[in-house]
């Protein structure tokens, strides 16, 4: 287990966490989840397409449209998500539990001009469990605050292979992506960023 590099407002950030050769590895697993459960663009509630496109692998996927955001055992064209794939639960294993595995992971990946705006993960049952966040690709200008919409803010980039730990004090506190350094990684043909998110939702 590594010790967390950089501890802001108590996200606990591993600079460096993965190696090109264990990016390389994630990616080929991502490639497959995306080739059983395609990339889909969310719509929020009010009916806002969202810039990010997302998908999921294993028992539940994050989905959003005019019924609201929710957890769901199914892709939106009606098909189950994939496993989680072995390869992406090695992370979640050395940080999180070697005993208990995710429910879910959450994949989105960002563009040209895409970004996140400030939110909390809240629609999980189960707050005790820390969300595991992996970044692929373009660097991300992650922005953190607090428990309540407001307040003071601090950023740092993610590159690719840092992972983030939200847990304890950070599980419920705002946080988003502000802007993508297009083209600041060579991981991805096409540039972009991928974002990876484990959670245990039940």
Known sequence: MKKAKVNIKGFEIYKGYLDSNSQVELLAAIRGIAKAAPLFSPVTPSGKKMSVQMTSSGQYGWVSDRNGYRYSPCHPNGVQWPPIPKVLLQPWK???????????????????????????????????????????????????????????????????GDLVVMGGEARLKFHGIDRIRFQSSQLLKNAGRINLTMRVVK
Request: glycine share 10%.
């Open 94 to 160: 050395e940080l999180i539990s070697a005993e208990r595995e995710p429910d879910t992971c959450l994949i989105n990946y960002y563009g040209l001009a895409t970004k996140m705006g400030m939110h909390q993960d809240k629609d999980e049952k189960d707050f005790t469990w820390p969300v595991l966040s992996i970044s692929l690709g373009d660097s991300g200008l992650f922005r953190m605050g607090n428990e309540n919409r407001g307040g003071s803010t601090q950023s740092i980039w993610l590159d690719s």
